[in-house]
């Protein structure tokens, strides 16, 4: 079935650093993306959305990229603190009416600082 | 707090045992969905409400497994006679589908173990 996925299930930087977490999405008709953020205990907050006729959407300190030649989605976080630390799960809405999500694995982002 | 309200937020039961977890989405949404998380792994999506009706289930959902939403407000997910293979966080998530499509956002989860 398709499915999506995450590159690395822990990243570790440095405090002050820039934050890339990187997902592959297998369903190309999927029309909706989101990260979220997960802290321990607790529920996946929102971060940022992304549809797919759009290659780049910035937030406050977060830029998300979708490449839809690769299926690839991309969270940037700039100058990463410690709050950020948590799992970051990306997720996608394919063709359901519904709107249900598909999550990936996850990726623990861990910020030295 | 306006945010999508779950309980309880632990749950330890005995494996055969019933369990009830109630949501109470964000007071304006219209859609109500269940997920399953394990440990390490993204929720999975159980079952969703458009105000009372249920209109999608996930194969996940055994027989084992009911929700409800009888007035379009809270919902509640009801697991009877649990297994061990049923402890996970059970959350919930709410959305507005009035002008266009807005994102869910999620409760806190509930923590089932089953022993």
């Known amino acids: 079935g398709e499915s999506v996925g995450l590159h690395l299930p822990t990243l570790s930087v440095q405090e002050g650093d820039n934050s890339i977490i990187n997902c592959a999405y297998s369903n190309s008709a999927s029309d909706y993306f989101i990260w979220y953020k997960q802290e321990s205990g607790k529920g996946p907050q929102f971060i940022i959305d992304i549809r797919s006729n759009m290659d780049k959407r910035q937030g406050q300190r977060v830029t998300v990229l979708l490449n839809k030649t690769v299926k690839h989605l991309s969270l940037q976080i700039a100058a990463t603190q410690p709050g950020d630390s948590a799992v970051y799960f990306c997720?996608?809405?394919?063709?359901?009416?519904?709107?249900?999500?598909?999550f990936g694995g996850g990726t623990r982002l861990m910020v030295k600082p | 707090d306006t945010g999508v309200s779950q309980n309880p937020r632990h749950k330890i039961t005995k494996r055969g045992q019933n369990v009830t977890f109630r949501c109470d989405p964000i007071s304006e949404h219209n859609r109500l969905y269940w997920y399953r998380q394990t440990l390490g792994q993204g929720p999975e999506f159980l079952t969703y409400f458009q105000n009372e009706a249920q209109l999608e289930k996930s194969r996940l959902l055994s027989d084992r497994f009911s929700a409800e939403r009888p007035k379009g407000s809270f919902s509640t997910l009801e697991i009877q006679r649990t297994e061990q293979g049923d402890s996970a966080m059970y959350l919930c998530?709410?959305?507005?589908?009035?002008?266009?499509?807005?994102?869910?956002?999620f409760g806190q989860g509930t923590r089932l173990t089953v022993v």
């Open positions: 998530a709410s959305s507005y589908t009035g002008k266009g499509n807005t994102e869910a956002f």
């Open positions: 997720a996608e809405k394919g063709n359901n009416a519904g709107n249900m999500l598909t």
